[in-house]
């Protein structure tokens, strides 16, 4: 078991350097917050009207004299009442941007294939089209993530009502083409913008079914007019002579420089099945991402539970005198193994598990194709050994 974790040992450092830059994001340390730069949060009113002790205080934000809280949330969110719609809110919207940002740099890197193999006719057949069509329809999502980040405004929604919903607007997209009500308004010609994009992204389907497998055809329709052809496993030309004899050339021996031809309907099949599971799999791929958000909301609230229902248990119990300190270091011990088994261990392996099918279905299915030269992966013990260079 300890030889797994040693050979692990990178992904274990890259997981916990990445777990304290998420915690330094969402601003949570066992379940509290890092009040570094303070709050740009105040009370309204004065302290003398304040409610009794217990009751939820209204607050407002002080960007005249604080600008907003430079790294992860504000910490005054720990002490809200509504923190979870709000965290859940921002860790959904996060995990989409990762997951989008994750599956565009995946069919990105597609592009390198369709050069290496010289497919250069694929790139605009079908890189191309992947890319219009992921990037109008959750690339815009991701934009207007960001643009309700930054231009929704709490006078906004005192104004309007209410922000507008990103799930309302991306379905009103398709089923109220052309047209955006005024509660799902974020700025002025969305519905010119939004329609430009649904016609791009519709386009973007027959382009990526029927324009490759219409090329091949056309390809073979042409060299079978100019005389080649396959004759007893061998690739053959038919040309005539000076004297106007017709003789017949031999190319290349079967599996040397020509591959065995596809049929044509199996083209167009295998392209099909390419083109839906690609736009069913953009939706499907960016639904899985949300188990980022599951996973984190499922952590926060661990960690919180072990924190009020252990730790903080202990901290409270002033009337034992001496005894207090035996009986802190007791829960503490109980809180520490509870946290190192559950939160680090295995969650640690929930976590990554979870990234692990990220990686290998979201992520690889939109670049891997599993052809060409068997991955052997980097390995010192292989060098040291002398093993084999290829």
């Known amino acids: 078991m300890f030889g797994t974790f040693y050979n692990g040992r990178y992904i274990i450092l890259l997981m916990g350097a990445f777990s304290m830059y998420t915690g330094l994001i969402y601003n949570d340390c066992f379940s509290k917050s890092f009040n570094i730069f303070g709050s740009s949060w105040h009370v309204n009113g004065d302290p003398n009207t304040w409610p009794e002790t217990g009751k939820a205080l209204d607050l407002d934000r002080d960007f005249d004299h604080h600008d907003p809280y430079p790294l992860g949330i504000d910490p005054i969110w720990q002490l809200a009442t509504n923190k979870l719609t709000f965290t859940n809110s921002f860790k959904m919207k996060l995990s989409v941007v990762l997951g989008v940002g994750q599956m565009m740099f995946g069919v990105v890197l597609g592009i390198f294939n369709y050069l290496y193999f010289k497919k250069k006719t694929d790139i605009f057949t079908v890189w191309l089209p992947q890319i219009l069509f992921l990037g109008c329809i959750f690339g815009y999502l991701v934009v207007m993530i960001f643009f309700k980040w930054s231009m929704v405004t709490s006078s906004f929604l005192h104004e309007e009502g209410g922000a507008p919903s990103l799930l309302i607007t991306l379905i009103n997209m398709f089923l109220s083409f052309g047209s955006v009500t005024k509660e799902n308004l974020f700025y002025d010609g969305q519905a010119g913008i939004q329609s430009v994009l649904v016609v791009v992204a519709v386009l973007c389907v027959p382009c990526m079914l029927l324009i490759k497998p219409i090329l091949i055809y056309r390809e073979r329709k042409r060299r079978s007019a100019s005389g080649y052809g396959e004759f007893g496993g061998e690739v053959v030309s038919a040309t005539v002579n000076d004297d106007g004899e017709q003789q017949v050339v031999s190319r290349s021996e079967p599996g040397e420089d020509e591959e065995e031809e596809t049929s044509m309907g199996d083209i167009f099949v295998l392209q099909a099945i390419h083109t839906i599971e690609f736009c069913l799999g953009c939706i499907s791929n960016t639904a899985s991402y949300l188990r980022l958000w599951a996973l984190s ?21 002033n009337n034992l005198g001496a005894g207090q300190g035996f009986v802190i270091f007791a829960v503490f011990a109980v809180w520490a193994v509870l946290t190192i088994c559950i939160l680090l261990i295995m969650e640690g392996l929930s976590a990554f598990l979870h990234a692990l099918r990220l990686h290998w279905v979201e992520f690889q299915n939109k670049f891997y194709e599993g052809n060409g030269y068997k991955f052997l992966p980097f390995s010192f013990k292989a060098i040291l050994e002398g093993g084999d260079d290829e």
């Open 297 to 317: 909301l499922a952590h926060a609230e661990l960690s919180e539970v072990l924190w009020n229902m252990m730790f903080q248990k202990g901290l409270k119990m």
